[in-house]
């Protein structure tokens, strides 16, 4: 099954772009009369057929058409910090967008080790994932911000920051968390949160989360938050 991404889509026929048609017909060598799909981003997946050709475009004929595809029954966001080697983040990313994730925020924290991050690249790398797994709805990444800046945004979904700190009372997921809900799960750089943002985000509504027994890397903690949370929805 080959898959484009055409966030663009609003009518019967669709254009792929120059660099898509290049992969289209010199990578997978497909021709007039084949069959590809498409998905929006915003839940819909369409079955097309390639019509025509030209150097430099090839142009699609919509077949049909489902929206709401594999819709989820809950909304995840994880606030991660960004991680020294940004290749973890990538591969966070990749794999919670294959698993189920609906959005992303970056945060900068006391302890981070990495401050800057290229959005457009990391938003490719999801925007692969989406189309390798098949997902109809696309991860939105929002831009990145402080953590206590994110703090303070409005929020009404079910809150939790996972820390380190054994000496403070935690829970797991399973005992925090129902099925059918908004979640925000906060994940900290590799040294954790700082009592002070704990005690911040405390303030905040956000319950104490254990992930597990074992000190866990930032990006593992990250994609174990978010496999529990769509098997608890499963």
């Known amino acids: 099954?080959?898959?484009?991404?055409?966030?663009?889509?609003?009518?019967?026929?669709?254009?792929?772009?120059?660099?898509?048609?290049?992969?289209?017909?010199?990578?997978?060598?497909?021709?007039?009369?084949?069959?590809?799909?498409?998905?929006?981003?915003?839940?819909?997946?369409?079955?097309?057929?390639?019509?025509?050709?030209?150097?430099?475009?090839?142009?699609?004929?919509?077949?049909?058409?489902?929206?709401?595809?594999?819709?989820?029954?809950?909304?995840?966001?994880?606030?991660?910090?960004?991680?020294?080697?940004?290749?973890?983040?990538?591969?966070?990313?990749?794999?919670?967008?294959?698993?189920?994730?609906?959005?992303?925020?970056?945060?900068?924290?006391?302890?981070?080790?990495?401050?800057?991050?290229?959005?457009?690249?990391l938003v490719k790398i999801i925007t692969s994932a989406v189309k390798q797994s098949l997902q109809a709805y696309h991860p939105v990444l929002q831009p990145q911000m402080r953590l206590s800046d994110f703090l303070n945004l409005p929020n009404h979904s079910n809150k939790m920051i996972a820390h380190c700190i054994d000496s403070e009372p935690r829970n797991y997921i399973n005992q925090i968390a129902m099925p059918n809900q908004r979640y925000t799960i906060l994940i900290g750089p590799e040294g954790d949160f700082s009592n002070e943002e704990i005690a911040l985000a405390l303030l905040n509504e956000y319950k104490p989360l254990s992930l597990g027994d074992t000190r866990l890397r930032t990006e593992t903690a990250a994609l174990a938050a978010c496999f529990e949370v769509n098997f608890i929805n499963r």
């Not at 981003?41 to 430099?56: D, P």
Request: glycine share 4%; hydrophobic share 35%.
């Open 1 to 121: 099954m080959h898959v484009f991404y055409t966030p663009d889509i609003d009518s019967n026929e669709y254009v792929l772009n120059e660099d898509e048609s290049r992969h289209c017909v010199k990578v997978l060598r497909l021709g007039i009369g084949s069959i590809v799909y498409l998905i929006d981003g915003k839940g819909g997946l369409y079955k097309a057929q390639i019509y025509l050709e030209t150097k430099r475009n090839v142009t699609l004929k919509i077949l049909e058409v489902t929206q709401e595809y594999n819709k989820r029954n809950h909304h995840l966001h994880i606030a991660i910090a960004p991680t020294k080697s940004i290749d973890r983040l990538e591969w966070f990313l990749e794999k919670a967008t294959e698993i189920g994730i609906d959005e992303i925020t970056p945060i900068i924290c006391d302890r981070s080790e990495r401050k800057i991050i290229k959005e457009d690249r």
